[in-house]
């Protein structure tokens, strides 16, 4: 038995003829005749009375079509499962996330592991690119983008999201500059120093600016654009100070010095991933939004895993 037979089966008992079914699928009427003939061969009892007019359904044969019609629907439930389930697989996402928030590797999730996501699934045609969280966030609404790692808690109006990490800060300086000798820096030292600007002027530069205003003053922004390379150039140079994440600390680098914030004056970002509603994002989105959550030790209601 095959799941064809079936369907002439059925085809036929809907047409009340071999000829009509046969019509309706572009078969001969042979075709259908014989596949009905094998399967009442092989279930033992007759499907059909046949007349010259056409055919009707012997008893059994009613019980028989209730049977096949369920048998069809569940293959086609099956079909639409593995379509489903493939399409999981394959297709172009778009991932961003926000400037200086990803360390390259190490952590719970780095740059490395999303190239072990590409690797994990090579037909997903994963497409990342950097900026600032406002930009990250308009890319989802305007479809360049599915998932975006951004700083502070997206609008809930536009944007689902669950946070996954908290972002702090070491104050990178030249190793010749006059705080270079302080154990820790509090935001009072900072009057007159010009601060390299961060990626999100939004969030960031609000908490930097609130910060200083604490101690009476509004604090000195280079007028540069963002970069990490122009970052590393601007401190080097003795310009001033650079607010750098962590995880950037770690790497040594000739000529600068990473100070912490004293406790009293040390502050963190949150880390969101945003998406757009979740029951629209297509499969290999939400597949990358899993992926990502659970590197990072969240479930995607928001708990730990």
Known sequence: MDIRQLEYFVQAAEAGSFSAAAKKVYVTQQAISAAVSSLEHELGLPLFDRHPSGVSLTDFGSRALDAAERII???????????QYKSAWEGVVGFAY???????????FSLRSLQEFKNEYPNVD?????????ACLAAIEHGTADVALVAGRPDA???????VADARFK????????????????????KGVPIFPPPDLNLTVRLL???????????????MPFSV???????????????TPVHLALNE??????KPLADEDDFSLSLYLAYGEAGKIKPAARLLRSYIASCCGVSLDGGAV
Request: with cysteine.
């Open 73 to 83: 629907g569940q293959v086609g439930d099956l079909k639409l499962t593995a379509l």
């Open 98 to 108: 926000a400037s200086a928030a990803i360390p390259s590797t190490g952590g719970s």
């Open 126 to 134: 994963l497409r990342v690119f950097e900026s600032s969280s406002d």
């Open 157 to 163: 109006k536009y944007f689902e999201s669950i946070k």
């Open 171 to 190: 104050v990178a300086m030249s190793v010749s500059h006059p705080l270079a000798d302080k154990e820790s820096i509090h935001f009072s030292d900072l």
């Open 209 to 223: 600016t609130a910060a200083c205003e604490r101690y009476g003053f509004r604090p000195t922004y280079a007028m």
């Open 229 to 243: 390379e122009n970052a590393y150039d601007f401190v080097k140079r003795g310009e001033g100070v650079n607010f």
């Open 253 to 258: 680098t000739e000529g600068i010095v990473y």
